[in-house]
């Protein structure tokens, strides 16, 4: 790697690591310290290594640097001693003894207790999603603005906000008791799952970083499938769905980065080591009775990654869909249980059925169904899902559809 | 919007003449039917199946056999669903598997308790 990659390349990896341990040690009262305290360092690497003085080992540097700051921080700092430091999470009497672990294991846990931490009703889901990307990820302000097309201000105002939130509601970061985790676990999931959907179905044009955030949201959903507490069949079910999907990274996305829908792809880009991988989390997933929607989600994608168009996969999956929307209604399940119900019982059915939704991919869809069964409606439909139609993605699908109906 | 309860009654006779095979089948019109109601989102309550078996309670701690209603009119399940009128909501149950099987659906609305 070439040096000037090499910092922000470090950044993306032992930020989030340095962060989780000294936030851990200093609570979510003082996180702005561990937040100071970490990017001081990288600030230091970044001004020592400017003329090409690598040291030997670059990560074992930031973690002494980050280390000795910590330290001296809690020496020197005397109000902090003698205020705050009957809170820390570690009794110390001296700081000079104070240990601070960057151990893989321990960095593990920290950020572990950071998620269960950062993903709390209490604050808003898009401020989790942010917050998780910060401190969880590493992403600078101006990515995550950048994945939510925003700006930097508003996306610092948010977690501002939400940080400020969590400690007036003295938020621990700690692990929940074995009895909570069930609840607990089920605010995480809900953020990796649409942290995930932000990489994945994002507006954002920057492709590169849409793959990180669903890679980084696999990533952490993996931290809890590896921890014995954690290991349970919903987690199992929803890392199982993101190894499907991931496995059609490199069909999905065009050279001008603009979506290739799934009937268009060329099945010998999708990724047959991610296949084998989401099966294997599908059936360690089946153990017990519980039946979540990551599980529906999970077998739609399972049946999504077979690649002959058979008439038995499209009605297991509109079974699926079914079981999916009696569970928990949304517009997306509604649209593809139509689309299901057409491959496999045919496309006259499905318009009865079209005809009773609504929403704004309504007129996408019945142009779909018209296709070919009455073209003239057809192409009013989709005129139509035009003028409604909220980005450029959307239009440029709708425009290829009406070119096929001449 | 307002909920209705959707009461689905039966000749109960009927289903112990089914094989196996037969009530795997019934599955999917029901799939189906309550996947439409909730594609539409007017699906409130999934509801339930009920036991043909049952019992009936009466003044004086009187306790009887079986549900107090001729066996063909017996009560197989329930669901609630978001309608705006009952119009719509007995609209809604046209498309219901039980009427194939010669059963009906009774709609109610039903009324938020006094506080």
Redesign the interface.
């Known amino acids: 790697m070439q040096n000037h990659q090499l910092l922000p390349h470090l950044y993306r990896t032992e930020y989030r690591k340095i962060i989780a341990v000294l936030a851990r040690l200093f609570g979510f009262e003082h996180i702005q310290i561990a937040e100071d305290l970490t990017s001081d360092t990288f600030l230091l690497a970044s001004e020592t290594w400017a003329n090409d003085k690598l040291p030997p080992n670059p990560t074992a540097w930031l973690y002494t640097v980050a280390k000795n700051k910590a330290k001296d921080y809690l020496k020197h700092n005397t109000v902090f001693e003698q205020k705050v430091s009957q809170h820390l999470r570690i009794e110390t009497a001296r700081a000079e003894e104070l240990n601070i672990d960057l151990s893989e294991a321990n960095i593990n846990d920290s950020q572990l207790q950071m998620m269960f931490a950062i993903c709390q009703p209490i604050i808003a889901v898009e401020a989790q999603i942010g917050l998780a990307l910060r401190i969880l990820c590493g992403f600078s302000i101006d990515e995550i603005a950048d994945a939510f097309l925003s700006n930097k201000e508003t996306i610092n105002k948010r977690l501002f906000r939400a940080k400020e939130k969590l400690r007036e509601q003295q938020v621990k970061i700690e692990f929940p008791d074995s009895k909570e985790i069930n609840k607990r676990l089920e605010a995480v999931l809900i953020t990796l799952y649409l942290l995930f959907n932000e990489g994945y179905y994002s507006v954002s044009s920057n492709t590169n970083l849409r793959k990180d955030l669903c890679l980084e949201a696999m990533r952490l959903t993996y931290l809890l499938v590896e921890n014995r507490a954690t290991d349970l069949p919903q987690v199992n079910a929803l890392f199982s769905l993101m190894c499907f999907h991931a496995s059609r990274f490199e069909a999905r996305i065009d050279k001008n980065g603009e979506i290739i829908i799934y009937d268009e792809q060329d099945s010998n880009l999708w990724n047959d080591e991610l296949i084998s991988r989401g099966t294997h989390y599908l059936i360690r997933a089946s153990k017990g009775d519980q039946l979540t929607r990551y599980h529906l989600e999970a077998a739609i994608a399972y049946w999504h990654t077979q690649k002959a168009d058979s008439a038995n996969k499209w009605e297991n999956i ?2 699926l ?3 999916l ?3 928990e ?1 949304s517009p997306m ?2 649209l593809n ?2 689309y299901a119900l057409a491959k496999a019982e045919g496309k006259k059915k499905a318009i009865i ?1 079209a005809e ?2 609504t929403g704004h991919l309504y007129h996408s869809l019945l142009g779909y169904l018209y296709t070919d069964v009455d073209n003239d409606k057809a192409l009013e439909h989709l005129q139509t899902a035009l003028k409604m139609a909220k980005t450029s993605a959307e239009k440029t699908q709708i425009r290829k559809n009406i070119k096929k109906l001449n | 919007m307002n909920d209705f309860l959707l009461i689905f009654r039966r000749d109960e006779s009927v289903d112990l003449q089914m094989t196996p095979e037969q009530l795997t089948a019934i599955n ?1 019109p029901w ?2 039917w ?3 109601l ?4 007017k ?1 409130a309550d ?1 509801g339930n199946r009920l036991h043909p078996d049952g019992r009936v309670v009466k003044p004086g701690a009187i306790v009887t056999d079986g549900p107090y209603v001729e066996v063909k009119e017996a009560i197989g399940g329930y669901i609630v669903v978001r309608a705006a009128s009952f119009d719509e909501a007995a609209e809604l149950s046209k498309g219901c598997p039980i009427l194939d099987t010669n059963g009906t659906v009774e709609v109610r609305q039903i009324l938020p308790m006094a506080h």
């Not at chain 2, 909730?38 to 989102?41: D, E």
């Open positions: 509109l079974q869909y079914n079981k929307l009696i569970l209604y399940a509604a249980r139509t059925e009773k939704l | 999917k799939q189906d309550m996947g439409s909730a594609a539409q989102n699906l999934s």
